[in-house]
């Protein structure tokens, strides 16, 4: 009886990882309702992060921006692009657009982004190449020690209750 | 060839990254605003004020707004009716703003009349509807267009007013069941004046009060309680006294120093005892020179005499008489219990001739008559129409019953919240009336007894999605126009009567486009309230304009005097051998009306004498339970010569003898699944009565006898009367 070699179960586990890697870039591009693209906005036409994300500097969350937003630019720029159409028939249709959650931190933490837009720290701190990304996904693995260095190194608080009330 | 130890290995990694392939992220939306409210912040609550419609009384409301969503509902700090309180009533709309019930999209009946089978149609097709109809009757003379709304104030009823008026239609009734006919009759014989007074409690040393349950129900309950509070703690050296007659111990009842329980009906004769004393005593300046008053008949009413109708004992009446004349300024005031009697204006006439009395009338801590339409002066005689008084419209309801019935109408609009096919006697036989008319139209945001008979449902958004205007009928002093407005953006696709009233005008054209010339109701508003010297985003920011100059207080007393009132007495239907006790209804602390019993907040809030949750109870006391044989926790078959129904018997020490009380608001077939089957409603079994001058609906007028039966369920509730009362210690 012939029994595959461990080579031939090192390639068919590849193949299976291979496809399932490719399952999910397939995925990431249908994972937003609109494919927004990040780099097209922030690398090659310089908007500041804040412009969209206006609750950054005043609220815990950074905030996603309304639909009317967009349709500041968008009533007039690139408005035959068919992803910018998807935008145009939510406007019309006074519907917000429901996004996906791509960045998400444990619910026993609190994070208020005011704290540190406030305090200087750049928004690539946290959300490293999101201006190179076309579908936007979460880079950075928060974890407690990534966290506490960064206090630490800053002379921030790193008492308990600072993060996790 | 894969062998079985092979083919497991790679099923297994096959299904390892099936698995997690499908859960590297699990969805979650988030839904940011397709248009952001204006000095939004995420994460941070905006305030917004507006105005509390769960009763007349009209407090003003700051309503806390996060994302989008009402979460809180508290009292407006800056309002002059409530500043800053809120009852539990008003705490509680937040719920029928979320309520699953609402009705969300316009509905046409399919089935016969209250089969309840309705389809959802589009506003467009609504409208078309509705508008045909109206086509069809305009110009027909008399117009057969009936329009039944609960009181409406401010703009609302200006624009429902011009509506019908340029319709042709005379036909507008206004229905609420607590409507203060007999108070505007007796102050009208007494002070010369068909108003509200206002009634300065919090600078009063001595109230009386006659079966009013002005801290739970009556009139302005969050305005009076907080005067009250003013009254007992807010004085260095003072702490007013509060005396309180009446057939039940309500939680009023409870908080006074005081109680004197009388017979059902006898306020009136209690109060001319105790002017009796005043007089004779020479009390007060006023009293001395009331010899006319005396000659009238005064004289008979000796504290003896008084004492055998109403059961309080004459040495006692004679002391509140010496205690209230010897704190001035004293007040007397006088609620449902007695208004409702068909006596009714006759008892609140001689409560209002011992505020005569006292000398009372125009003084702090006493009675005044402001005019608080004083700031409408160039609406002419529209302006009446901004604040008309709180009556119950019932001469009105019986009139169209009968129009009803004889063909009169071929349609009706029915709007509000008073619900008058629950809250009419079923002697009226509202319901069949109603059903003669060949095209029934309601303006609802529940399906509840009354829109449930319509052809055509129409549905409009809760007063928390909904623009207004509002001059409340007490605690200001004519200076106040509270303003509503959407805190949240509506719900569903609803549409408010104003709004369709304004709509069908300019579709009808010609004088009614005229007379309803605006666009929306909001528009309507802004214009109205343009150039008061305030701007209006300041005024909605506040709630209102709370600032305007008061006018002028309108003289109270007759130049010669008040005569003495009429002396009548309570009757009561039904014989005393068949029906051997009297029935005391009183509004519900949480349901009011009726209007309440939808929401859950409400249904568990334990009522504050019985603590029964959830379902309708009759007390009676101790004494009168043991002549008939029952005990508490009974269920019992009440009946009146009108109709009957079930309920337990919860024991009350505090219920005078041969008295049985109950709570309106209860016993619903329709209005949701938290309404129904909650034992009987009491309005049922009332008969369709009239107090006798003012023609009010008389609902303390008839006898019952309780039966015992086997009912299914049990009373709940939140302490054991025992615990709560010890009987036999209390009296």
């Known amino acids: 009886m012939l029994r595959p070699g461990p080579k031939a179960t090192i390639v068919a586990s590849l193949l299976v990882l291979l496809l399932f890697g490719a399952s999910v870039a397939a995925r990431a591009r249908t994972s937003q309702p609109i494919l927004y693209s990040h780099k097209v906005h922030v690398s090659s036409y310089k908007i500041d992060c804040r412009f969209c994300h206006t609750e950054a500097t005043k609220s815990a969350s950074a905030g996603i921006p309304s639909v009317e937003k967009c349709m500041i630019c968008h009533r007039v720029i690139a408005v035959d692009h068919p992803e910018i159409k998807k935008i145009a028939q939510y406007w019309k249709e006074k519907k917000p657009i429901p996004w996906n959650r791509v960045t998400e931190l444990p619910d026993h933490t609190y994070f208020p982004h005011k704290r540190m837009v406030n305090a200087g720290v750049p928004c690539l701190t946290c959300h490293p190449g999101i201006d190179k990304m076309d579908v936007a996904v979460q880079q950075r693995e928060f974890t407690m020690g990534w966290c506490m260095d960064c206090h630490r190194k800053r002379g921030v608080s790193i008492d308990c209750w600072t993060c996790h009330v | 060839m894969l062998d079985r130890r092979n083919f497991l290995k790679l099923g297994g990694a096959t299904a390892f990254a099936a698995l997690f392939g499908g859960c590297d992220k699990i969805p979650k939306k988030i839904i940011p605003f397709v248009i952001p409210p204006e000095n939004h912040t995420l994460g941070e609550a905006l305030w917004y004020a507006s105005e509390c419609r769960q009763c007349p009384a009209g407090c003003g409301i700051v309503v806390r707004v996060s994302e989008g969503r009402a979460k809180k509902i508290e009292g407006n ?174 939680m009023t009842a409870a908080s006074a120093d005081l109680f004197l329980p009388i017979a059902p009906g006898t306020d009136g004769v209690a109060a001319l005892g105790i002017a009796h004393v005043l007089v004779k005593e020479k009390l007060t300046a006023q009293a001395i020179g009331a010899s006319a008053l005396w000659n009238e008949g005064l004289k008979e009413f000796t504290p003896e005499v008084v004492a055998k109708k109403t059961g309080a004992s004459p040495r006692v009446l004679a002391y509140v008489a010496r205690e209230f004349a010897g704190n001035q300024p004293g007040l007397a005031m006088a609620g449902n219990g007695a208004a409702g009697c068909t006596n009714g204006t006759f008892n609140l006439a001689c409560v209002a001739l011992l505020n005569v009395l006292a000398g009372n009338a125009g003084m702090p801590g006493g009675l005044s008559f402001p005019n608080r339409v004083a700031a409408f002066t160039r609406y002419g005689a529209e302006a009446g129409l901004l604040a008309p008084p709180p009556e119950s419209g019932y001469p009105a309801v019986r009139g169209a019953v009968g129009k009803m019935r004889s063909g009169g109408f071929r ?254 608001g209860q016993g619903h077939s329709h209005y949701g699944k938290d309404a129904r089957d909650r034992g009987g409603n009491p309005f049922s079994i009332l008969p369709a009565r009239e107090e006798s001058v003012a023609r009010g609906p008389a609902w303390q007028s008839t006898r019952v006898s309780l039966t015992r039966a086997k009912i299914g369920g049990r009373l709940v509730r939140t302490a054991h009367p025992e615990g709560q009362w010890k009987i036999g210690n209390v009296m």
Request: contains cysteine; charged residues 20%; proline residues 8%.
């Open chain 2, 77 to 250: 700090p800056l309002h002059p009716v409530n500043r800053g309180k809120l009852c539990a009533r008003g705490q509680a709309a937040l719920q029928s703003l979320y309520h699953p019930e609402r009705l969300a999209r316009p509905f046409a009946l399919t089935g016969p009349r209250g089969s309840g089978r309705f389809r959802e149609i589009s506003w467009e097709e609504a409208l078309s509807l509705l508008l045909g109809e109206m086509k069809k009757i305009r110009g027909k003379a008399p117009t057969p267009l009936l329009m039944l709304t609960e009181p409406m104030r401010g703009h609302r009823n200006l624009v429902a007013a011009r509506f019908m008026r340029a319709f042709g239609s005379p036909d507008r009734v206004a229905w609420d069941p607590f409507g203060q006919d007999a108070f505007l009759a007796a102050n009208e014989a007494v002070f010369g004046v068909r108003d509200v007074p206002e009634i300065d409690i919090a600078r009063t040393r001595y109230l009386l009060s006659f079966s009013g349950d002005f801290l739970e129900t009556w009139g302005s309950p969050v305005h009076y309680a907080r005067a009250y509070g003013a009254m007992r703690q807010d004085r260095a050296t003072v702490r007013g006294k509060f005396v309180h007659l009446g057939p039940r111990l309500s």
């Open chain 2, 411 to 664: 349609m009706a609009l029915l709007s509000g919240s008073t619900n008058p096919a629950f809250t009419l006697p079923a002697a009226l036989k509202f319901r069949e009336a109603l059903l003669a008319v060949p095209f029934i139209v309601s303006f609802a945001s529940f399906l509840d007894e009354t829109s449930f008979l319509s052809d055509l449902v129409l549905p409009v958004p809760t007063f928390l999605e909904d623009w207004g205007d509002d001059i409340a009928p007490a605690g200001h002093s004519g200076e106040a126009v509270t303003l509503s407005q959407p805190v949240v953006n509506a719900f569903h696709d609803t549409r408010s009567m104003a709004d369709i009233l304004l709509a069908a005008a300019k579709e009808l054209g010609g004088e009614m486009r005229r007379a309803l010339p605006w666009e929306s109701f909001r528009e309507c508003l802004e214009e109205a309230y343009r150039g008061t010297g305030k701007p209006w985003e300041d005024a909605l920011r506040e709630g209102g304009f709370f600032s305007l100059a008061p006018g002028p207080s309108r003289a109270t007393a007759r130049a010669s005097g008040p005569a003495l009132p009429k002396v009548a007495e309570a009757s009561f239907e039904g014989e005393a051998a068949k029906y051997p006790l009297v029935f005391h209804v009183y509004p519900s602390t949480s349901h009011y009306d009726g209007r309440g019993a939808n929401l859950p907040w409400l249904q568990e809030l334990p009522d504050p004498v019985s603590t029964a949750v959830w379902r309708n109870w009759v007390e009676i006391s101790p004494g009168t339970a043991k002549e008939l044989g029952l005990s508490d926790g009974d269920g019992v078959i009440v009946a009146s010569p009108s109709g009957s129904l079930e309920a337990f018997v919860s024991l009350h020490p505090g219920v005078a003898p041969g008295v049985a009380a109950m709570p309106l």
